[in-house]
């Protein structure tokens, strides 16, 4: 089997409106979770899938608290796992204290032999990336406005239904609205509701 592809426009970082070139992505066709990994592993090796589960545990205690202790750690050939940092930017490092400095992300970096063994063919995917609608902004909002006169909030959800958004553009296109002042918000996390502010 093939790796499927599709191209996607390169975001306009200046956005005065000009088009982009196309480059190519890889179109997921899914996640394998470590279930199926120890089920395909224990029937190709004398291993029990409840010996793989047992490992994975061990090993992500292992990596997790050697990555908390500053270490870098390399997994077989797979690659290197580091943790990052998170701080307010200082002109001298005499300007931040150490409490004000934060672990912020674990990064990863695939060993030469990894990246040659994950190297395969590539063909073009049959319906490519889902996008977005090209309804105009005028025409959201005003689905927008009339959905409101019916209902008391709207889910991000919804608004993706109404508008045909997809969920990234359509989160940050209501938290815009939000930062104007055309709506507020309720709730936290996945349970935030988007309301006009005389509708509190």
Known sequence: MAADYDFRRKPNEKGDGEVQPLYPRIVSKGTIDSKRLFREIAEASSFTEGDLAGIMV????????????????????????SS???????MD????????????????????WFRRRSSGTVTRAKFGFQESSNLPEETRRSRLEAFLAK?????????????????????RELNLLVENGVLNTRGYGNRVVYLKPNNQ
């Not at 990052?84 to 200082?90: G, Q, T």
């Not at 991000?156 to 989160?171: D, F, H, N, P, V």
């Open 93 to 112: 490092k005499k300007e931040i204290r150490s409490v004000s400095i934060s672990f912020d992300n674990v990064n990863f970096r695939a060993t030469p």
């Open 58 to 81: 061990a090993f992500q205690e292992k990596v997790s608290y050697y990555l908390s202790e500053g270490y870098h750690v390399k997994l077989g050939e797979i690659g290197y796992f």
């Open 151 to 171: 209902n008391r909030f709207i889910t991000r959800r919804e608004y993706s239904q109404i508008t045909g958004l997809l969920k990234g553009k359509a989160l």
């Open 84 to 90: 990052s940092l998170k701080a307010r930017p200082v």
